[in-house]
């Protein structure tokens, strides 16, 4: 079983530009989650998706925006980079969201803003 | 805010030695994970304690949790090297949410 699938990998884009990044669940998670992680403020969630409804958000700017696909598979934006958004970006995958919510995470997207 | 708070913030010991971290938390919880993550990957489940469960085992890790002081212990025993990662705790508050809110993590590091 494929597991969760995070394109690139790494990353490096200037301040004003935008990022997409994308996700592909493991087959048959229909939930997909967000998260950016940095060294001052660890994993704040982003934003929780399923069956192509965005059911929970963070507390983050507008800038961050995602969306779901019928198939599962996500993606995230974020317009006009600032040097604080350089961070790992995490995505996980759960089956039908509940309150024993185990997530399967990707290996990441590593950004880096200059 | 982050609802879980890992304690220490790093660890360091000799392989064979027992490694003890612990995470605090404010408001109720549903129940609490602890995740695994090797540097730069993403993180790996570990394991699941329900708020009516005071203890839990798998393999070499064993998980205590009391409700009343709002705090959870993760024990490694016999620690090797590649259990070199940070760890965080996850909790589920009660009350409907289903989102994990994790901890900063404690850095582990196992000398060989």
């Known amino acids: 079983k494929a597991g969760v699938t995070q394109t690139p990998r790494y990353l490096i884009k200037t301040r004003g530009q935008q990022v997409t990044l994308s996700c592909s669940p493991i087959s048959g998670h229909r939930s997909v989650s967000w998260y950016q992680q940095t060294p001052g403020q660890g994993l704040q969630f982003l934003f929780e998706y399923f069956s192509e409804t965005q059911r929970n958000k963070g507390n983050f700017p507008g800038r961050f925006s995602g969306r779901q696909f019928s198939n599962s598979r996500s993606e995230m934006n974020v317009s006009t980079l600032e040097l604080g958004d350089s961070a790992l970006y995490l995505c996980?995958?759960?089956?039908?969201?509940?309150?024993?919510?185990?997530?399967?995470f990707g290996a990441g997207s590593r950004l880096t803003v200059l | 805010s982050q609802q879980g708070e890992e304690d220490p913030q790093a660890l360091s010991i000799q392989e064979g030695e027992n490694a003890t971290m612990n995470c605090s938390y404010k408001?109720?919880?549903?129940?609490l994970q602890w995740y695994r993550q090797n540097s730069g990957r993403g993180l790996v489940h570990l394991i699941l304690?329900?708020?009516?469960?005071r203890e839990k085992h798998s393999g070499r890790l064993r998980v205590t949790l009391d409700t009343s002081k709002k705090s959870s212990s993760l024990l490694i025993t016999a620690s090797r090297a590649a259990d070199t990662a940070s760890y965080f705790c996850a909790t589920l508050a009660s009350g409907g949410s289903y989102i994990p809110t994790f901890g900063r993590g404690t850095s582990l590091i196992v000398h060989p």
């Open positions: 304690i329900r708020s009516n469960e």
């Open positions: 408001t109720s919880i549903n129940n």
């Open positions: 996980a995958s759960s089956t039908v969201p509940s309150g024993a919510n185990v997530l399967t």
